[in-house]
C-alpha cells in the first residue's frame, strides 16, 4: 500500500478536523500534565512512592514525545487550511505522586480506547 507524499486534512470535511482537534487537544493535555507532575513533587516524595529517578526521566520523554505528536497534528490541519487548537491552562487536583501516576494511566487510556485514529483488538 502507498501512502500519499503529504498528508492534508480535508478543510471541508468536519470530521477531518473534529478528530484531529480531539486529539490534538488529548495531546497538549498530556504534554502539560507530563511535565507538571514531574516537576510538582520532589524527589523525595517519587522515592516514598517507590517512583524512581528512572521512572521520573520516563515521565519526562513521554512529555517530550507529546511535543512531536502535538505539532504534527498541528501541521496536519494547518496544511488543511484551518488553525489548531491551541493548548489550554489545565487544574490538576491529584495531591500526590501515585496520584499523579493514577491520573496519567486514566487519562492516556481513555485516549487509546477512544481516539479516532486507534484501531480495535479486532484489527
Keep these: 500500500m502507498s501512502l500519499p507524499h503529504r498528508f492534508q486534512a480535508n478543510?471541508?470535511?468536519?470530521?477531518?478536523?473534529?478528530?484531529?482537534?480531539?486529539?490534538?487537544?488529548?495531546?497538549?493535555?498530556?504534554?502539560?500534565?507530563?511535565?507538571?507532575?514531574?516537576?510538582k513533587f520532589s524527589r523525595e516524595e517519587f522515592a516514598e512512592a517507590g517512583i524512581t529517578e528512572d521512572d521520573i526521566e520516563y515521565i519526562k520523554f513521554m512529555g517530550a514525545q507529546e511535543v512531536g505528536h502535538a505539532r504534527l497534528i498541528s501541521n496536519l490541519q494547518l496544511n488543511g487550511g484551518r488553525d489548531a487548537a491551541e493548548q489550554c491552562e489545565y487544574r490538576y487536583y491529584f495531591e500526590s505522586p501515585r496520584e499523579f501516576v493514577n491520573f496519567c494511566q486514566r487519562l492516556t487510556r481513555w485516549y487509546v480506547f477512544s481516539s479516532p485514529f486507534s484501531s480495535s483488538a479486532d484489527d
Excluded: K, M, P, T
Excluded at 21 to 26: D, I, M, P, T, V
Design 11 to 39: 478543510a471541508d470535511h468536519i470530521v477531518d478536523f473534529q478528530s484531529l482537534n480531539l486529539a490534538l487537544y488529548q495531546e497538549w493535555i498530556e504534554l502539560d500534565l507530563f511535565y507538571y507532575g514531574a516537576n
